[in-house]
Each structure stands twice: as structure tokens, then as C-alpha cells.
């Protein structure tokens, strides 16, 4: 019984019928159940001469707890025998409330296993009646007992619902001087003795659920009925919604540790054949069964060692997917972050990329972004200080925080190396799991291996067997673009890849990963990816593209120089020195929304209205009206 699994234990309580005020069975079951699993079992009568019993299980002899999972036993009748397909199953409680029910038994013995919670962390209540009435929840109210939170196995579609809808509930009582009493359809209708008898009264019970302005409407209801003078209204009760702002210390953190101890699940089928029909050494073997291309392997083994280094690139806690450029792979491990990791907050540069606000609001909506703070406005310099503070204050175990690897967007500002190594000891000691994002490797200095020295200190720091056990985060992200600085911008080519603690497997995080992979593109680009393990692969040709990548970081580099200059030379008002102490692609200009709407207007000057000016759009010929322009809306 101790390892039985959800399904098994769940098609238990489904062959019980326990519809309202016939729970005796179900319960009896659990308070066995839960005793072969080590549990004190109390079954409370819910009045003093009721044989209708909750049922209370807790460790030891402590019957007060940090948190109480709470579900109910009864379902609405009539009772629905289980039946199953091979992946889904039908009956009365399936998903109201046996589904939840045998779910956090579950929960709760592998937390157990893996000695993550203690006896007086977590305790079971499971009720009567709460389909009619709700008898058995109220009588837990006498239980004498409190909990930090409670968590109540229902529908919720799999996420946590902090809080509940409204409730109204009122009855119509309908009547007619030339038919008599009429019905409709409603929740439940009663009156009369026979369907052949004319009744002599009639009501209608109703009942309206609502997430917000209940108040509005109750007198949407109040005035449907005014309208009809044969119809009574009663109200019985209301109550509204309610949400709740209720921060339990160590709640959040009752998540998932170390991304190491996901399962392995199985490749979606296509996948898994084309990576048998690889394996296959038979010489004659033919492969019918493909359909799609799940991307290109030699790939992902060049873009990890040119973002890690080969050493750090062979590591067995690293796993690499392609995705559709560094978009793709900040989208892919914002929704794996926020389904598998389940963080409260998620950390951003105040100011970032635009695009980070979008795709977390997008694909993890019930993660709250925060802010922290990253450039001074008044030195134009990093606010090193203010950022530590922030993480220092606010951000909790397994929280996310965004860091871009190198030339900084929109900043171009990075920290230091002693900076960053600052950062890493934070990030390790408050166990924050870290996305980077490396979009322009190359571009700040000119060098590959330099711009990923953020990314390889914190591996170092943090992932490897000398690293503290204690100061090991759950994981870490990499989104690498490779679309610019192989100028392959329209071909979206780029790459995730997930580090786990050391001496652990990512194979289970990669296998969900992959089905994310699966749903949303089904298989990544071939061609530009060819390409850049082709120039990776070749040492002639990956010696021209370093040195390409330099020449590029040279020109933006000129670039800077130059435009200082000559904003000097005119006596543009302002210290600039800021412009060419910055690095990589852009430019953070000081400028005001005001000035840039200025200068698009009276001089067709365009960049973005926080004042980040790429670059790449400057050249030897323009670089002169630019700065005149700049000048004058000054």
C-alpha cells in the first residue's frame, strides 16, 4: 500500500459509492488506508449523534500542523461506476473530489519518502457532505485546531487558486391567476405531488457563482424579477469572492528542490523512433515512420561548447535543446520554470529586453514579476548595489531572476567579474534558480570566450561536485541566440540548455522539456542550423567568423568613439563619455521620451522611447547628423 500509486489508489475510492450521506464506507477505507501508511487516524462524528464522520490523519501524536490538505469524500449522486480508457478515467469523482483526494495522499507520501516534510508540518482532513450542505467542514470548525493554510483538493485545472468565487443563492417562488403555479428550468425545482396533479405551489432554488461584483449582480436578479409581479424573490445567502493575500513562510518553497528529480518521461513517439532508427547499427535499416525532424544534434553539441567551453560542455548536468532563436528558448524555459518549478517571483533588470515583461506574462501568468533595480539614470553606471540589495530583501527560494550574460539590453552595462562573482554567491546562498539570457555573445569584446564568462563562473560556482550542497540552486537556464552574431537573424537560430545540480541526471527535465518542444513547434530549423555547426566544426572557417565577430565588436566600438567625439566637438550640452564606456549593439542614451519623440518628428531620427539607440544603424556618413540632431532637442 505505501508505494501504491495515484491512479491505483484513486480506482479504490472510485468502486466506493459515497455520494452525500453515505460517506460511512469511503471512510472507513481511508482511516485503514492511512493507518498502514503510519498515520493517526481519527474519525470525528460531525455531531454528537451522527454516525457521518470526518476523517483526521496526522504523524505521530501531534495533531496541530504547519498545513492541512482537505478534500471531501462525498460526490453529487447517483453514483457513476469507474470505467477507464488507456489514458483517462470516467465515474462519479473522478475529478469532484477523489481525483485531488487520492492526489494529495500521494503528494504527501512522497514527501515523506524524501524526508521533506516533518510530523508537524502537514496534516489530512477529509469531510462529508460538502456537495449538500457542507456538515462536515463545519463541523471541523470545532475541531479546536488552526493551521498556517489549508489546501483543498478541487477542480482548479491544475493551478492554485488563492481564494474563491462569490455565492448567491435565492428562491423564486413563480405563480399565475389563470394557470396556477408554472416552472422552469433551474437548480432545483419543487412543488406538487404528481405529474398529473396541478401544483398548488411551486419554488425555483438558484444559485449564481461570480469571481468579482457580486453586489451587481444581485440586483441584476432583483431587478429580472421585478419585472414579473407574479414572482417572489427570497434571498437565502450571499457571500463574495475572496482573495487571499496570505504569505505562509515555507509555503512556496514546498516545491520542486532539484531539477535533477524529475521523472523521464516517455519521447513523443516520432521522436522516439527516429532516435531508435539513429541508434540501429543495422546496415540495411529503413525508416518509415518519420515524419518530422526533431533537430539537429551536432548543433547543439558546437553552440554548448561555444557558450560553456568544451571542458564545461561535456558535463553529464547539461542538457541542450534548439529552440526558435533566444526568443524561443526565454518563452520555453519561462513556461517549463513556471509549471515545474512553480517560483513565487520572477526577477528583472529594471531596464530589460521589453520582451521579457511579455513572454513571462504570457506563458507563466501566475508568477509575479518584480523589479530590480540595474542602471542609474544619474550616473549612467551600474546600480550594483541596489541590485544585490533587492535580491537580498525579496527574493526567496527558488525565485527566478533574468541576468543578461553579456552587453547588457538596453543598458550596455555589465558588472564586473568580481561583480558577478558577488551575484553567483547571492544567487547560491538563497538557492534562486538564474535564467541567462545570451544574445550577443561576441559582440561586448570581441570574443566568444569572454562574453560567456558570466555563464561558466556561475557553472563553476555553483553546479560542479566542489560546490556546496548548501548553496546549490535547483537549476539554471541559458538562452542562446545565435541568429546575430552569425547573421542568421531571420533563420531564429538558437538553443536552451538547463543545468542541474552536479551528480544528478537532467534526462527527466529534458524529456518534459522535449514534449514542450513537441507542442509548440514540433521540430526546430534545419538549415541555419547546419550552417552554424558547419562553421563550428571547421577550425579554417570558425577562425573567419571569430574574426568577423571581432571586426563587428571593433566597428560598434569605432562607432561609439566616434559619435562621442563629435558630440563633444559640437558642444552637444551633457557629459557622453557614458557612450563609449557602454558595449555591444546599443547604445543607452540618456535621452528622454520627450527628446526622442523630438527627434523623430523634426529630424526622422527613430529608436525606441526609453532612449536605446542601436548602433548597427550608425555609419562614418550619418554619425554627424545624428549628433547635430542629438544637440538640438537637448
Not at 105 to 121: F, G, K, S
Not at 221 to 234: C, N, P, Q, T, Y
Not at 239 to 259: F, I, R, S
Not at 470 to 480: D, E, K, L, Y
Request: proline share 5%.
Amino acid at each position: 500500500m505505501e508505494n501504491q500509486s495515484v491512479v491505483t489508489l484513486l480506482k479504490q475510492l472510485m468502486e466506493i459509492p459515497s455520494t452525500s450521506e453515505e460517506e460511512n464506507a469511503i471512510g472507513i477505507f481511508l482511516e485503514q488506508h492511512l493507518q498502514l501508511l503510519g498515520y493517526t487516524v481519527e474519525r470525528i462524528p460531525i455531531s454528537p449523534d451522527s454516525t457521518r464522520c470526518n476523517v483526521y490523519a496526522y504523524i505521530g501524536s501531534s495533531r496541530k500542523t504547519r498545513v492541512c490538505l482537505s478534500s471531501h469524500m462525498d460526490t453529487v449522486p447517483p453514483h457513476i461506476p469507474l470505467h477507464e480508457t488507456t489514458d483517462t478515467i470516467y465515474g462519479r469523482g473522478a475529478c469532484d473530489d477523489k481525483g485531488p483526494l487520492a492526489a494529495q495522499i500521494i503528494a504527501l507520501e512522497e514527501l515523506r519518502r524524501e524526508n521533506l516534510v516533518q510530523p508537524d508540518d502537514a496534516s489530512l482532513l477529509f469531510v462529508v457532505g460538502e456537495e449538500k450542505g457542507g456538515p462536515g467542514m463545519l463541523a471541523a470548525n470545532s475541531m479546536g485546531l488552526t493551521w498556517d493554510a489549508m489546501i483543498f483538493g478541487e477542480p482548479t485545472e491544475g493551478k492554485l487558486a488563492v481564494g474563491h468565487k462569490g455565492h448567491f443563492v435565492f428562491e423564486l417562488f413563480p405563480s399565475s391567476e389563470i394557470i396556477g403555479p408554472s416552472t422552469f428550468h433551474c437548480g432545483q425545482i419543487s412543488g406538487g405531488v404528481g405529474y398529473n396533479i396541478l401544483a398548488a405551489e411551486c419554488t425555483a432554488l438558484c444559485a449564481v457563482r461570480v469571481a468579482s461584483d457580486l453586489p451587481l449582480v444581485e440586483r441584476l436578479v432583483e431587478d429580472a424579477v421585478s419585472k414579473h409581479e407574479h414572482i417572489r424573490l427570497e434571498k437565502k445567502f450571499l457571500y463574495p469572492e475572496l482573495y487571499l493575500d496570505h504569505d505562509v513562510p515555507g509555503l512556496w518553497k514546498m516545491t520542486l528542490k532539484n531539477l535533477g528529480n524529475l521523472p523521464v518521461i516517455p519521447l513523443p513517439e516520432s521522436f522516439a523512433l527516429t532516435a531508435a532508427y539513429s541508434d540501429d547499427p543495422f546496415p540495411n535499416k529503413v525508416n518509415l515512420g518519420q515524419g518530422v525532424y526533431p533537430g539537429d544534434s551536432k548543433f547543439l553539441t558546437k553552440a554548448r561548447e561555444l557558450l560553456f567551453g568544451p571542458q564545461i560542455a561535456s558535463s553529464e548536468n547539461i542538457a541542450s535543446l534548439q529552440t526558435v532563436a533566444g526568443t524561443g528558448a526565454n518563452h520555453l524555459a519561462a513556461i517549463f520554470c513556471a509549471r515545474k518549478l512553480c517560483p513565487k517571483n520572477v526577477f528583472i533588470s529594471d531596464p530589460t529586453w521589453d520582451n521579457h515583461h511579455l513572454i513571462w506574462k504570457e506563458a507563466a501568468p501566475n508568477v509575479t514579476q518584480k523589479l530590480y533595480p540595474y542602471y542609474d539614470p544619474s550616473t549612467r553606471r551600474l546600480n550594483f548595489e541596489g541590485m544585490l540589495a533587492k535580491l537580498e530583501s525579496s527574493a526567496e527560494e527558488n525565485d527566478v531572476v533574468i541576468l543578461h550574460a553579456c552587453a547588457h539590453n538596453p543598458t550596455g552595462i555589465d558588472p564586473t567579474r568580481e561583480q558577478w562573482k558577488k551575484i553567483a554567491e547571492v544567487v547560491g546562498r538563497k538557492k534562486l534558480f538564474v535564467v541567462f539570457d545570451c544574445a550577443y555573445q561576441g559582440f561586448a569584446s570581441g570574443h566568444a570566450d569572454a562574453d560567456a564568462w558570466a555563464i561558466r563562473e556561475f557553472y563553476s560556482m555553483l553546479f560542479t561536485e566542489s560546490s556546496s550542497s548548501s548553496s546549490t540552486p535547483a537549476g539554471m537556464f541559458v538562452c542562446q541566440s545565435l541568429s546575430k552574431n552569425f547573421g542568421l537573424y531571420g533563420e531564429r537560430i538558437g538553443a536552451l540548455h538547463l543545468i542541474t545540480p552536479s551528480s544528478t541526471s537532467p534526462e527527466g527535465a529534458r524529456a518534459h522539456l522535449v514534449q514542450l518542444v513537441r507542442a509548440e513547434i514540433s521540430c526546430p530549423s534545419l538549415f541555419g542550423a547546419r550552417i552554424v555547426h558547419t562553421v563550428l566544426d571547421d577550425a579554417e572557417l570558425r577562425s573567419k567568423w571569430q574574426e568577423d565577430v571581432r571586426i563587428m565588436a571593433l566597428r560598434i566600438k569605432s562607432i561609439r568613439a566616434l559619435l562621442k567625439s563629435e558630440l563633444e566637438r559640437i558642444g552637444a550640452q551633457g557629459d557622453w563619455c557614458h557612450i563609449e564606456q557602454q558595449i555591444g549593439m546599443f547604445s543607452f542614451t540618456g535621452l528622454s521620451s520627450a527628446q526622442v519623440q523630438e527627434l523623430r518628428e523634426k529630424h526622422h531620427i527613430y529608436m525606441l522611447s526609453n532612449g536605446r539607440m542601436s548602433l548597427s544603424g550608425l555609419n562614418e556618413s550619418n554619425v554627424v547628423y545624428v549628433a547635430r540632431a542629438i544637440k538640438d532637442v537637448l
